[in-house]
């Protein structure tokens, strides 16, 4: 079992920056790369971004490239998404996950290939 515990979450300007944080716990060494999702009020539960352990590799969503970064401390088996740029859209939950897959590319953003998740945090953006 691995447990995930994010924090950082709040209320934010449009433009302004959050760093979201999540530390995991448990059975960590099974972790093959973490993921963060986020869910808006009505809609489905959407990829933000994606951190494999072995090689430091990233992979992002077109709606966030450029504007967040996705990065670790291995020492504290914690993940953290650093989120610049804030816009009003990206108000939602945000939730990080691991998994112990080998995903690459693509398959790192379906939902359904983590099988460990924290209980969010909510990020709110003002206009």
């Known amino acids: 079992q691995v447990q995930l515990v994010e924090s950082g979450g709040g209320l934010v300007q449009a433009g302004g920056s959050l760093r979201l944080s999540c530390a995991a716990s448990?059975?960590?060494?099974?972790?093959?790369?973490m993921g963060w999702f986020r869910q808006a009020p009505g809609k489905e539960r959407e990829f933000v971004a994606a951190?494999?352990?072995?090689?430091?590799?990233?992979y992002y969503s077109d709606s966030v490239k450029g504007r967040f970064t996705v990065s670790s401390d291995n020492a504290r088996n914690s993940v953290y998404l650093q989120m610049n740029s804030l816009k009003p859209e990206d108000t939602a939950v945000y939730y990080c996950a691991a998994t112990s897959l080998p995903l690459y590319g693509s398959a790192l953003a379906h939902k359904g290939n983590y099988a460990y998740w924290g209980q969010g945090t909510q990020v709110t953006v003002s206009s």
């Open positions: 448990g059975r960590t060494f099974s972790s093959y790369a």
């Open positions: 951190w494999i352990w072995s090689g430091h590799r990233t």
